[in-house]
């Protein structure tokens, strides 16, 4: 009973039925049910975030898998027990640590004699790998492990269980990512299909949200509309739930342990932390959000004043001597002013061409190419552009991505490697960087934000025509 309940997002009374159930168990006792229980409650106070409580029901669970007699259910429970383990360290982030206890499962699961038995939980095994290999983005070895378990699962006949549901989903995420979109939504359907005849509500949330993103990046704006709202509400409604057992978990725990003062401390402040982190966490998300709107603003307002590729507001393109001579007088006797105009008048021109998107560019070699000394090069660029050379450089390279990102919207569909080379620069983190610091936010947040700009002018034609 727990078991379907808990798939309809109806924890409170999955636990509540759990718990009878472990009261039976140890009245008989009966040891195999015991460290499936164990388990169960594991994985279910893992998930509204009492880890502490979940983490004591998996050491109860291995002691009680010991207790059992026959060796076969023994090794299949401390199979369940190692994935349950696995799940807590993924949900804290260790994706190598998370497929290296899953491989210790699968060794117990291959000892099972029935083959109906041994099929089903390596199948369910390799789909919780293939998730890990997701967050470690290694496509491959994720897609390997969810066509594995598909082919187990048809072997003994679940083709609409909520596995087979979760693997279709998860390979459906994978080919949406590598932008195979025609056989991506093919799997998301069938994913979609299986979980809303089962309603399985916490597996649909993730469905909703793979679906949403494909049609977003088809511009679909309809369907994203729609699936987008189902994913947001399925969230809220799970959020909701999550919360609400959390608390009637929190005041049994109090009522049961009134006589441990210290526990019930640890439990009181670890509430209220999380109550307050979390509060936090929306603080400064929301903080965030105002910042990056409003830098997203300036910079799409910069843009419009733009020529040729040349930001005339920062100074960059061609421009008089300024007559102001305080700021580094000592260093004009280094040229005369007709040759500080011609430097001048050939950075114009490079800045108007696309010569700084070239990764191996240097001072020394652009010095060589304008036939000048580098040290009058770095004088002007430092006295007119207000920059180092690199510094100038960079902010040229995110000027013209930026334009690209704007006036070409395929280029949103890039990833951020191919967006770096692109523009010049040699790595990833390093474009990412000096993204960040010259637009106030990460590439990833500036396209999600122009995506977002793009599909509120398509809806408003849309309503319009």
Known sequence: MSDILV?????????????????????????????????FLASQYRLIGLKGLGEKYLDLGIENAKKIEDKDISDLYFGLVFQEKAQYAKSEKHYNKSINILKQANKLFEKQKTAQKRKLFIGMNSVLM???????????????????????????????????????????????????????????????????????????????KNVSSFYKVTGDVVNYNLYYKKYLDQGEDLEKSKKEVLNIEVNRILKNQEANSSQLKTIIIGVTLLLLASLFFVFLTKRNQIKENKKFKETISNLKNQTNGVVLDRDLGLTKIESSKNDCSHLDHFMSEETEQLILQKLNKFECGHGYTNSNI??????????????????????????????????????????????????????????????GFSSHSKFSAVFKKEKGLSPSVFINKISKENNKLQEENIIVK
Request: glycine share 2%; aromatic share 12%.
């Open 362 to 423: 240097t001072l020394s070699k652009l010095s060589s190419e304008f036939r000048i000394n580098t040290k009058y090069l770095s004088y002007v660029i430092n006295k007119h552009k207000k920059k180092d050379f690199n510094n100038y450089i960079n902010e040229l390279r995110i000027c013209f991505i930026e334009k690209k990102l704007i006036s070409n919207p395929e280029y949103l569909n890039y990833k951020i490697s191919y967006l770096s080379s692109e523009c």
């Open 7 to 39: 798939k309809q997002a109806k924890r409170e009374e999955a636990i509540k039925i759990t718990l009878k159930a472990e009261k039976l168990a140890v009245s008989i006792p009966d040891y195999e049910w015991l460290a499936r229980i164990d388990g």
């Open 130 to 208: 293939a998730e890990s290999f997701i967050d470690l983005k290694q496509n491959d070895s994720a897609l390997s492990h969810f066509n594995k378990s598909l082919k187990l699962f048809n072997e003994i006949g679940i083709n609409n269980s909520e596995f087979v549901s979760q693997a279709f989903n998860g390979k459906g995420q994978v080919l949406l990512d590598e932008q195979k979109y025609d056989q991506a939504i093919v799997f998301l359907n069938k994913a979609l299909k299986i979980a809303e005849a089962g309603n399985y509500k916490v597996l649909l949330e993730h469905i909703y």
